[in-house]
């Protein structure tokens, strides 16, 4: 298998290429101890606030706007991972578009913030990865 990922661009954000989706979300399992060579693939959703509002509600039963979603369809080491979406325009100073990817790989390795996402594991190896593609 060779780990990629796929990305459906449906709000035009052209901001992120599929190399570099599969570079933060290979850092982001890698780093989680998952091997990454035994892996598929995760597909990558980029969508606007009121269609990732609208997921939020029918798989979270939360009517708001997020800025990212993770959903595992086949597991770590399913041939599909499973999908992150992200809304380009729900992003904000205190994560961009590239750390929502992350945010979302990390969710699909299995890893929970809980409510205080600031005091959780998740955000230490979160920044750990950004600050290792992203100095």
């Known amino acids: 298998m060779y ?3 796929e990305i459906l661009d449906e709000v035009g954000y052209n901001g992120l290429s599929p190399d570099r989706a599969t570079e933060l ?3 982001a399992f890698t780093r989680c101890g998952l091997d990454v060579s035994r892996m598929g693939e995760v597909s990558l959703v980029l969508v ?3 269609s990732i509002r609208n997921l939020n509600r029918e798989f979270r039963g939360v009517d708001a706007p997020t800025d990212v979603l993770s959903f595992e369809i ?3 080491h399913g041939e599909m991972v499973g999908e992150i979406v992200v809304a380009p325009e ?3 100073p205190e994560m961009n578009v590239e750390e929502l990817v ?3 790989a990390l969710h699909l390795a299995e890893m929970d913030h809980g409510e205080d996402f600031d005091a959780s594991e998740m955000a ?3 920044e750990a990865v950004i600050n290792e593609l992203c100095g």
Do not use: E, I, L, M
């Open 102 to 104: 992350v945010h979302g």
């Open 25 to 27: 979300c290979t850092a």
């Open 74 to 76: 086949d597991g770590p």
């Open 3 to 5: 780990f990629t990922v």
């Open 48 to 50: 606007d606030a009121q």
């Open 124 to 126: 230490r190896v979160q």
């Open 90 to 92: 729900c992003a904000g």
